[in-house]
């Protein structure tokens, strides 16, 4: 397999998941010659719609940019010595990803990283967090829920030096692993646990025993989760209130956390729309979305007013558009996640504000395609190897962003 795939590949690519969205579902009962009529004439306006919507200019440039950084991944990113880099890319690119000696992407993580410990005499397999420049797992249970998401059957055997593990091992290793108690600035940090665990609790069995014999009351500390989400949000509610059009970000509440907090919005959305809740968090679910677009708008605004003031430094160029692509990335990433939930349909405005969030991820990465950073990215991971990580890693989110947008989203 080639390092580097053609950025008409990937628009292609592009415009095939998007259009996936129009395809009408298959049916075997009897259609009635008005009931085909009606058929006909629903399948006819859904073909004008799309062929309207392709015409538009910004899905055009989202097929040739997202293209361009797709195949800029493909050539940097598919590291086999780098298991968190990986994990971004399997998320642009799905579960079957493959390296360039021929293995799969979720192979070579679990073979190169994947440890067993013992616990009260109970093997466990766990991944190692690693270190700033070797970056295994990070956050708990990250790798388990990357592939449990991107749909990697459990039945999935991996091999670690001729030790034959399951994916619904792995699990079973995060069951049996997770904690008791966890500090309360240490939830946001679980969001990767909570996200794994989502639906896949043996017949909604919320108590059981871990590893260590400690009572895990998993209910209690995902309630815990989403308070500690409320108050760190409580900032960014009042700004909201008071009319503010710019956020200052000063490491304040969901700030403080990795890519804005953005993973924790994530796994509590996804969890407040869990049907045993009944809709009983529907408010919260919705606070949660409505912030997503504030801080789109308040924190784009940010970095707008500074690109004024100190866009003509390379270095501040290079900077604040990074940060734009990082937080956009994750910031659409997270509406399209709801969206493809069915925990959000936009209204007009809201497609409004999707349009223009996207428009100004596009030009972030745009400038860094123009600057030199995706065509050769060795540079700055020599210099900042965090930068390198942000640059490459997470535009994984980006990716993934744009893949799970529809057409239907766009409002021209």
């Given at each position: 397999?080639?390092?580097?795939?053609?950025?008409?590949?990937?628009?292609?690519?592009?415009?095939?998941s998007?259009s996936?969205?129009w395809?009408?579902?298959?049916t075997?009962?009897p259609v009635?010659?008005?009931?085909?009529d009606?058929q006909q004439?629903?399948?006819?306006?859904?073909?004008?719609?799309k062929?309207r919507?392709t015409?538009?200019?910004l899905?055009a440039r989202?097929?040739?940019?997202?293209g361009?950084?797709?195949?800029?991944?493909?050539?940097?990113?598919?590291?086999?010595d780098?298991?968190?880099?990986?994990a971004?890319?399997?998320?642009?690119?799905?579960?079957?990803?493959r390296?360039a000696?021929?293995?799969?992407?979720?192979?070579?993580?679990?073979?190169?990283?994947l440890?067993?410990?013992?616990v009260n005499?109970?093997k466990?397999?766990?991944?190692?967090?690693?270190?700033?420049?070797?970056?295994?797992?990070?956050?708990?249970?990250?790798h388990?829920?990357?592939?449990?998401?991107?749909?990697?059957p459990?039945?999935?055997?991996f091999?670690?030096?001729g030790?034959?593990?399951?994916?619904a091992?792995?699990f079973?290793?995060?069951?049996?692993?997770?904690?008791s108690?966890?500090?309360?600035?240490e939830?946001?940090?679980f969001?990767?646990?909570f996200?794994?665990?989502y639906?896949?609790?043996p017949?909604?069995?919320?108590?059981?025993?871990?590893?260590?014999?400690e009572?895990?009351q998993f209910?209690?500390l995902l309630w815990s989760?989403?308070?500690?989400?409320?108050?760190?949000?409580?900032?960014?509610?009042?700004?909201?209130?008071?009319g503010?059009?710019?956020i200052?970000?000063k490491?304040?509440g969901?700030h403080a956390?990795?890519?804005?907090?953005?993973?924790f919005v994530?796994?509590?959305i996804?969890?407040?729309?869990?049907?045993?809740?009944?809709?009983?968090l529907q408010?919260?679910?919705?606070?949660?979305?409505d912030?997503?677009f504030?801080?789109?708008k308040?924190e784009?605004?940010?970095?707008?007013?500074?690109l004024?003031?100190?866009?003509?430094?390379?270095t501040y160029r290079f900077?604040?558009?990074?940060q734009?692509m990082?937080f956009?990335?994750?910031?659409?990433?997270?509406?399209?996640?709801?969206?493809?939930w069915?925990l959000?349909?936009?209204?007009?405005?809201?497609?409004l504000?999707?349009?223009?969030?996207?428009t100004?991820?596009l030009n972030?990465?745009?400038?860094l395609q123009?600057?030199?950073f995706?065509?050769?990215?060795?540079?700055?991971k020599?210099?900042v190897?965090q930068?390198?990580?942000?640059?490459?890693?997470?535009a994984?989110?980006?990716v993934?962003?744009?893949?799970?947008?529809?057409?239907?989203?766009?409002?021209?």
């Amino acid at each position: 397999m080639k390092s580097y795939l053609s950025s008409f590949a990937f628009a292609a690519w592009f415009g095939l998941s998007a259009s996936l969205v129009w395809a009408a579902p298959p049916t075997s009962r009897p259609v009635s010659r008005k009931s085909h009529d009606a058929q006909q004439e629903k399948a006819k306006r859904i073909a004008s719609e799309k062929a309207r919507r392709t015409k538009d200019p910004l899905v055009a440039r989202t097929k040739r940019i997202g293209g361009l950084l797709a195949a800029s991944l493909v050539k940097h990113g598919l590291d086999p010595d780098n298991p968190w880099m990986l994990a971004h890319m399997l998320l642009a690119f799905g579960p079957n990803l493959r390296l360039a000696d021929g293995q799969l992407a979720i192979d070579r993580i679990v073979r190169s990283s994947l440890q067993f410990h013992e616990v009260n005499g109970k093997k466990i397999p766990y991944f190692p967090k690693g270190t700033d420049t070797h970056r295994i797992e990070p956050h708990p249970f990250m790798h388990i829920k990357t592939m449990l998401y991107l749909g990697v059957p459990m039945s999935h055997v991996f091999d670690v030096n001729g030790t034959k593990v399951t994916l619904a091992e792995l699990f079973r290793g995060l069951v049996m692993s997770f904690p008791s108690q966890i500090p309360s600035r240490e939830l946001a940090e679980f969001a990767w646990a909570f996200d794994a665990m989502y639906g896949r609790l043996p017949k909604n069995q919320w108590v059981w025993e871990n590893a260590k014999g400690e009572k895990v009351q998993f209910l209690k500390l995902l309630w815990s989760a989403m308070q500690q989400l409320e108050a760190d949000t409580r900032f960014l509610r009042d700004l909201k209130a008071q009319g503010a059009e710019v956020i200052q970000k000063k490491r304040q509440g969901v700030h403080a956390y990795s890519c804005g907090g953005l993973h924790f919005v994530q796994a509590m959305i996804h969890w407040a729309g869990f049907s045993a809740f009944r809709g009983r968090l529907q408010p919260f679910l919705r606070q949660q979305i409505d912030l997503v677009f504030f801080r789109m708008k308040g924190e784009v605004a940010l970095y707008q007013n500074m690109l004024r003031q100190y866009g003509k430094n390379k270095t501040y160029r290079f900077l604040l558009n990074l940060q734009q692509m990082k937080f956009l990335g994750h910031s659409l990433e997270t509406l399209m996640l709801s969206y493809r939930w069915g925990l959000w349909r936009p209204t007009k405005a809201e497609r409004l504000l999707v349009r223009e969030g996207l428009t100004q991820l596009l030009n972030a990465i745009e400038v860094l395609q123009q600057m030199g950073f995706y065509s050769n990215p060795e540079p700055i991971k020599q210099k900042v190897y965090q930068y390198y990580l942000d640059l490459i890693g997470d535009a994984g989110h980006a990716v993934h962003a744009l893949r799970l947008m529809p057409y239907a989203m766009f409002e021209p």
